[in-house]
């Protein structure tokens, strides 16, 4: 193949100089021949220079290929497919769901420009009108994984040389902002075992607010020694696979994570297991329960649908259990308060402990302090009185740390004024 781009002139053509150049070979190693026309040689000059500096820098000779929007989704969702959780398959068939509605499926992907892609990004208002809370407004969280979601799929677009650009990757991403919830303080923690009489509920909340464990974690925990460990004191979250008689878990973002336990959730373990059902493997399930979980998981596995099973298949009705406990307690808020605020409240009492954030991050199972900062942390009152309590220190020459800005400042005590 000819790397370079020639200048060709024909008289007898309208436009007599022509620049020419090939193509990448196809699979079957032929290349084709591209052209540009133009009247006056020096316009011809110019192009040539410009297309030729292009392909130096190593831009594709080859026009990108023709494929709908419909046909482009189908193969990266058949590709990503393999490698992505039911949870992610089922936001990836949401957004090209979407995709799909507002550009038409026919659309070629060439058409689908900076401009267009904004605009479809700006308008995700609402959530899915099959999704279970339909006429919901959607939030930056979802409008953003919307955009990521869209950014990966064109990203497949440019790699396969169907665009020379991706039409998502300059969209700034939505500030995402977290709903005010309910910080759970000790105290209130405490009137909620109270008025909690089944010690397996007690547990089961007790992990919750002293592990920081997820409801799935929580629910599909097991009395099998390994993952309630009392001799380490420790509670191992760990993926396991599925057998015919009990249904999977699988960890969130593969994070595997081993727990240390506080001692009164210990003792509210050690008295749900003196208390265990035999025959129930679960920690935190009745017998009951335990039955019709494992018909249900017989069910997906006798219908293909074993990697759809999901963690929180093992309970229901918790929230509304919860909210009971609460409102017997007497815990009154306007802010949202759901069963995620006892794992939410375990890291805001670690982070008023002064527990440093990439610990805390560990502990809770995120792969990104962001998480944390926007949708689990909060200052407080208590976090300025702490942060004000450290300042004095420095001031006063507590702290072995020393400002060194210049000399300590001398404040009267019965005057309240800065002393000479």
Same mark, same amino acid.
């Given at each position: 193949m000819i790397e370079k781009v020639g200048i060709y002139?024909? =008289?007898?053509?309208?436009?007599?100089?022509?620049?020419?150049?090939?193509?990448?070979?196809?699979? /079957?190693?032929?290349? $084709?021949?591209?052209?540009? &026309?133009?009247?006056?040689?020096?316009?011809? #000059?110019?192009?040539?220079?410009?297309?030729?500096?292009?392909?130096?820098?190593?831009?594709? *000779?080859?026009?990108?290929?023709? %494929? /709908? @929007?419909?046909? @482009?989704?189908?193969?990266?969702?058949? %590709?990503r497919k393999p490698g992505l959780r039911q949870a992610s398959i089922w936001s990836y068939k949401n957004t090209i769901s979407q995709l799909l509605s507002y550009f038409k499926p026919e659309t070629p992907v060439?058409?689908? $420009?900076?401009?267009?892609?904004?605009?479809?990004?700006? /308008?995700?208002?609402?959530?899915?009108?099959?999704?279970? &809370?339909?006429?919901?407004?959607? /939030?930056?969280?979802? *409008?953003?994984?919307?955009?990521? %979601?869209?950014?990966?799929?064109?990203?497949?677009?440019?790699?396969?040389?169907?665009? =020379?650009?991706?039409?998502?990757?300059?969209?700034?991403?939505?500030? #995402?902002e977290g709903q005010p919830w309910h910080h759970i303080i000790p105290s209130e923690f405490e009137d909620i075992l109270r008025v909690t009489p089944d010690c397996r509920e007690r547990a089961f909340y007790a992990v919750m607010y002293g592990a920081g464990?997820?409801?799935?974690?929580?629910?599909?925990?097991?009395?099998?020694?390994?993952?309630?460990?009392?001799?380490? $004191? *420790?509670?191992?979250?760990?993926? *396991?696979?599925?057998?015919?008689?009990?249904?999977?878990? @699988?960890?969130?973002?593969?994070?595997?994570?081993?727990? @240390?336990? =506080?001692?009164?959730?210990?003792?509210?373990?050690?008295?749900?297991?003196?208390?265990?059902?035999?025959?129930? =493997?679960?920690?935190?399930?009745?017998?009951?329960?335990?039955?019709?979980?494992t018909a249900k998981w017989r069910n997906f596995q006798r219908e293909d649908r074993a990697k759809e099973w999901q963690n929180h298949h093992v309970c229901n009705n918790s929230l509304r259990k919860f909210k009971a406990r609460c409102r017997k307690a007497g815990i009154v808020t306007n802010n949202k308060l759901t069963i995620h605020c006892l794992r939410k409240s375990y890291a805001q009492n670690l982070a008023d402990?002064?527990?440093? %954030?990439?610990?805390l991050k560990k502990l809770m199972g995120h792969s990104s302090v962001k998480t944390l900062e926007c949708f689990y942390l909060r200052t407080s009152n208590a976090n300025e009185i702490q942060a004000l309590g450290v300042l004095d220190r420095l001031y006063s020459g507590e702290s072995d740390t020393r400002l060194t800005l210049g000399p300590p400042l001398c404040v009267d005590p019965r005057k309240g004024q800065i002393a000479n």
């Open positions: 002139h024909d =008289p007898k053509r309208k436009l007599p100089w022509l620049v020419r150049w090939f193509e990448e070979p196809d699979v /079957s190693g032929k290349s $084709g021949r591209r052209a540009k &026309s133009f009247r006056l040689n020096r316009d011809a #000059e110019r192009f040539r220079a410009a297309k030729q500096k292009e392909f130096n820098d190593g831009a594709k *000779r080859s026009k990108p290929s023709n %494929i /709908s @929007l419909a046909t @482009l989704c189908e193969k990266v969702l058949a %590709i060439r058409r689908i $420009g900076t401009e267009q892609a904004e605009q479809f990004v700006a /308008s995700r208002e609402l959530v899915h009108p099959d999704h279970k &809370s339909k006429g919901k407004e959607l /939030s930056a969280w979802g *409008r953003n994984q919307h955009l990521a %979601i869209c950014s990966a799929i064109f990203a497949k677009a440019v790699a396969w040389d169907y665009l =020379p650009v991706n039409p998502f990757v300059r969209i700034k991403k939505a500030t #995402e464990l997820r409801f799935g974690e929580a629910v599909n925990l097991l009395w099998n020694g390994r993952d309630i460990d009392f001799e380490r $004191g *420790r509670v191992e979250i760990t993926s *396991r696979d599925g057998t015919a008689g009990l249904p999977p878990f @699988l960890v969130k973002d593969h994070e595997r994570r081993s727990l @240390l336990l =506080p001692g009164w959730t210990l003792d509210l373990l050690l008295r749900a297991h003196a208390f265990a059902d035999e025959g129930c =493997p679960f920690a935190f399930l009745r017998p009951e329960r335990y039955q019709r979980v402990a002064c527990t440093p %954030i990439h610990t």
